[in-house]
């Protein structure tokens, strides 16, 4: 015969009806995240690089719109420098082996420019060397040049430099045969203005390659040759 154990009767189950029934969910239940695919990604990206590439060009079309707008309105020309005179004060040779000299330099400035002027800044600098050995510097003063205007500046250069017995010697074959070969080196902050609006200062370069007569003191020089090289250098601060 089976025995049963009565001590603990059997649990009751009741039957939920509808209005017992409203379950609610359990409090700060989260979300399950959603993930965009890779298709939409893709489509995203796809929009930005083609925005991108867009507003390049458009940018690139304004700046040469722009530029070609400004060169046929004012029309802009390269000024030209030119050493139209070279005077020597002093040329003499110290007990120490150096060389002291004082020459005059006579710069002229040709701007032939109908709309467009230039501001010549105070940190100038004229060299004047022989076979790599700078002789004498100089600045050139700082003024404002106008349109259509040739402006001719003396510049007084000085300076005491080394000079061994070789470039002596070298010097005085060169007198014997009156051909001087010099180079005059001219670096010059300039400002362009458009009209009445000045624009970024850039560093305008030039080297002229002189060949005089003689550098004797107080006597006329004659300029034999002269070429003229030029550049630009921009200034990014």
Do not use: W
């Amino acid at each position: 015969m089976e025995s049963h154990d009565l001590r603990y009767p059997p649990p009751k189950y009741v039957m939920l009806s509808a209005n017992q029934g409203n379950l609610r969910p359990p409090p700060y239940r989260r979300n399950v995240p959603r993930y965009e695919s890779k298709a939409s990604r893709g489509s995203c990206c796809f929009r930005c690089i083609c925005c991108c590439y867009f507003c390049l060009i458009f940018f690139t079309i304004l700046f040469f719109a722009l530029t070609f707008f400004l060169y046929t309105m004012y029309k802009p020309k390269v000024p030209s420098y030119a050493v139209e005179d070279f005077n020597v004060h002093a040329f003499n040779f110290q007990s120490d082996m150096s060389l002291f000299t004082e020459f005059v330099v006579t710069i002229k400035a040709d701007n032939p420019n109908e709309n467009i002027g230039f501001v010549y800044g105070k940190n100038s600098l004229i060299l004047v060397s022989y076979s790599d050995s700078d002789l004498c510097s100089g600045k050139l003063p700082a003024f404002y040049q106008p349109k259509k205007n040739v402006t001719e500046m003396s510049i007084s250069l000085q300076g005491t430099s080394p000079f061994g017995s070789g470039l002596q010697e070298a010097l005085m074959e060169n007198r014997h045969t009156g051909r001087i070969p010099l180079l005059v080196r001219v670096k010059a902050p300039v400002s362009i203005v458009l009209g009445k609006f000045p624009l970024r200062t850039v560093d305008v370069y030039v080297n002229c390659s002189l060949v005089i007569d003689n550098l004797s003191p107080n006597k006329k020089v004659r300029i034999l040759s002269a070429q003229y090289t030029y550049d630009v250098g921009f200034n990014f601060y």
